[in-house]
T-cell receptor, first 115, second 110 residues
Framework: ETGVTQTPRHLVMGMTNKKSLKCEQHLGHNAMYWYKQSAKKPLELMFV???????ENNSVPSRFSPECPNSSHLFLHLHTLQPEDSALYLC??????????????FGPGTRLTVL | SQELEQSPQSLIVQEGKNLTINCTSSKTLYGLYWYKQKYGEGLIFLMM?????EEKSHEKITAKLDEKKQQSSLHITASQPSHAGIYLCGADIRTYKYIFGTGTRLKVLA
């Protein structure tokens, strides 16, 4: 138990569906992240929020839309996804944003399958 | 090529054996983090290294960052089945970019 929870743990959706992934951290951290983990590829940073402000968007397609209503919650809204978007989506949090000496704590992930 | 290379990609060892996993960067590492991941689950933070030559240990796992801060090694002594999983290194490379290696998949045979 890392103090970061994600729901749902598994999600299967069609290409025309709209769904949302939720992440919650109970660590009092100020930064939250979304990562995508595909088979045999490095973990890819998607979005970073620091004090509820988006500070990074790593050229992520607009079919992924993040939302951070407060420092404890992070959402990833999904619409018109493609089969290649199937992956494990990991949420993480840290005390500060991307900076030195700032380890991240990860949630268990949401395994997404797009049919 | 990857910015952060891990080797080997996979490793199978007999229980009780020692093993080493390497993480190499072409850029100076300003923070190097080791994580362990069980298949399909989140990452568990193991250790963080920042200073060249720094070495940290936790139980039977030791990690070191070389003097030039471009390579780190993770060493497991007397491996156990509980050590099995995917080991990932992550790094700050001072462009406010946090990158990860592709991981090393470890299997320990009882």
């Amino acid at each position: 138990e890392t103090g970061v929870t994600q729901t749902p743990r598994h999600l299967v959706m069609g290409m025309t569906n709209k769904k949302s992934l939720k992440c919650e951290q109970h660590l009092g951290h100020n930064a939250m992240y979304w990562y995508k983990q595909s088979a045999k590829k490095p973990l890819e940073l998607m979005f970073v929020y620091n004090f509820k402000e988006q500070t990074e968007n790593n050229s992520v397609p607009s079919r992924f839309s993040p939302e951070c209503p407060n420092s404890s919650h992070l959402f990833l809204h999904l619409h018109t996804l493609q089969p290649e978007d199937s992956a494990l989506y990991l949420c993480a949090s840290s005390t500060r944003g991307l900076a030195d000496g700032n380890e991240q704590f990860f949630g268990p992930g949401t395994r997404l399958t797009v049919l | 090529s990857q910015e952060l290379e891990q080797s080997p990609q996979s490793l199978i060892v007999q229980e009780g054996k020692n093993l080493t996993i390497n993480c190499t960067s072409s850029k100076t590492l300003y923070g190097l983090y080791w994580y362990k991941q069980k298949y399909g689950e989140g990452l568990i933070f193991l250790m963080m290294l920042q200073k060249g030559g720094e070495e940290k240990s936790h139980e039977k796992i030791t990690a070191k960052l070389d003097e030039k801060k471009q390579q780190s090694s993770l060493h497991i002594t007397a491996s156990q089945p509980s050590h099995a999983g995917i080991y990932l290194c992550g790094a700050d490379i001072r462009t406010y970019k946090y990158i990860f290696g592709t991981g090393t998949r470890l299997k320990v045979l009882a």
